[in-house]
């Protein structure tokens, strides 16, 4: 389906919503959205091409819009093949069309298609400007948010800005193409948050930079490359990136994630929890062993403090504590406070190895860990209190 979006700007993308992950790694409970855009001006641009999944969906909507037109330029804005794995398709079928893109970009789509395309490539970089006639693209490189050839560009005319990965979020449907009303905002936060955090989120420099340069923009519109399209709403989306970007938490609370075989470590973890929310701390409290990571790496962007629990297993960590942590560990998460709760029968060190895992991260380690001895006894009860004390201190 075909949507215009501001006079000649059509949105030409697709959804794919039985994909069970994405980069066959990430849940999609709600599918995906792989967005496209077709500005129609005296010269025709399609800015990116899609998924390979969705490719009938898109190819029609391209011809539907076009509508006989020829089609003057495609701009890549980022060669990942979620986006650029229909472009072969396209310039076979519009013979017409010139490439608008990085050198990076250009050198990246010969490695992924085996062709050639510089005859047909206009090679473009920060500043310069594609004129289509009364809209012109302004082009901005966006270094690693999240690949190294990315570019956004911005159009005066109607204040949008196509942002590449920038913005985007996982779910084919959180309310509709475009971003609305406040409860479609934070369906879309919770989709974009887990996106960011985990495919863009070690680049918080980059994205911070970024977010500096579009700063002198007037930017009434976002399209992103997935999820929802911003036409309202704007400034939310802008300051959630400036917070995600600069690790800044959006709850003072604590998020506690247990590993437990038996229920002696989340019986540990309730615990905690209950101390710390009967006085008055926001709480979420999670099992890694039926969440997958993508979420609770969300989860850590948004808590201030963060307290893991791990039963000793194998002489090492409890293995979905260990990909969990494994996982946090690249994003560079900092500016948190995090506490570590062990458990073991006769040689517990999941303390001082989750420790390990994490080090290097600009974190607060400093509160002494809780160490259990196969279950809850008054010692380690009277242990959780004080940390729970010291978090609370703390807040
Ligand atoms: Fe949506 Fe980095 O590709």
């Not at 519009?94 to 050198?107: F, G």
């Not at 196509?162 to 919770?190: C, H, K, P, Q, R």
């Not at 002696?264 to 890694?288: C, F, P, Q, Y």
């Not at 494994?326 to 948190?336: A, D, E, H, V, W």
Request: hydrophobic residues 40%; glycine residues 6%; proline residues 3%.
């Amino acid at each position: 389906m075909i949507r215009k979006l501001f006079d000649d700007i059509y949105y030409v993308g697709a959804c794919d919503k039985s994909k069970p992950l994405f980069e066959n790694l990430f849940p999609l409970p709600e599918g995906m959205r792989y967005n496209s855009y077709l500005i129609k001006d005296a010269k025709t641009a399609l800015l990116d091409t899609a998924d390979e999944s969705v490719r009938e969906d898109f190819l029609h909507n391209i011809e539907q819009a076009l509508d006989g037109c020829k089609l003057d330029y495609l701009v890549i804005h980022h060669v990942e093949p979620d986006h650029s794995a229909l472009v072969g398709e396209l310039l076979a079928r519009h013979t017409e069309t010139q490439i608008v893109t990085s050198a990076t970009a250009l050198k990246f789509l010969t490695q992924f298609s085996g062709n050639d395309y510089s005859s047909r490539a206009v090679i473009v970089k920060e500043g310069d400007v594609l004129s289509l006639g009364e809209h012109s693209l302004k082009f901005i490189a966006a270094p690693m948010v999240h690949w190294p050839e990315v570019l956004v560009s911005y159009d005066e005319k109607s204040g949008t800005l196509f942002s590449a990965d920038a913005f985007g979020a996982f779910g084919a449907d959180l309310g509709g193409i475009t971003i609305y009303a406040l409860e479609n905002v934070e369906n879309w936060a919770a989709e974009a948050r887990r996106y960011y955090s985990n495919i863009v989120g070690k680049f918080g420099n980059n994205v911070a930079e970024l977010l500096k340069k579009a700063s002198v923009l007037k930017i009434n519109r976002i399209c992103p490359l997935h999820g929802q399209i911003f036409d309202t709403s704007v400034d939310y989306a802008l300051k959630k990136y400036s917070q995600w970007s600069s690790y800044t938490p959006e709850n003072e609370g604590a998020l506690i994630v247990y590993g437990s075989m038996y229920g002696n470590t989340k019986r540990a973890a309730d615990l905690l929890a209950a101390e710390l929310s009967d006085k008055g701390m926001s709480v979420k409290i999670v099992d890694v062993s039926h969440t997958d990571v993508s979420y609770i790496v969300a989860d850590s962007f948004v808590y201030r403090n963060l307290i893991f629990a791990s039963p000793t297993y194998y002489g090492s960590l409890y293995p979905p504590i260990e990909r969990l942590l494994s996982r946090l560990k690249k994003t560079g998460l900092c500016g948190r406070k995090i506490a570590f709760i062990e458990n073991g029968t006769w040689c517990a060190t999941a303390a001082k190895l989750m420790k390990e895992q994490l080090d290097g991260l600009k974190c607060d380690f400093s509160l002494p860990p809780v160490s259990i001895k196969s279950t809850l006894d008054s010692k380690s009860k009277a242990a959780l209190k004080d940390l729970a004390e010291a978090l609370l201190k703390a807040e």
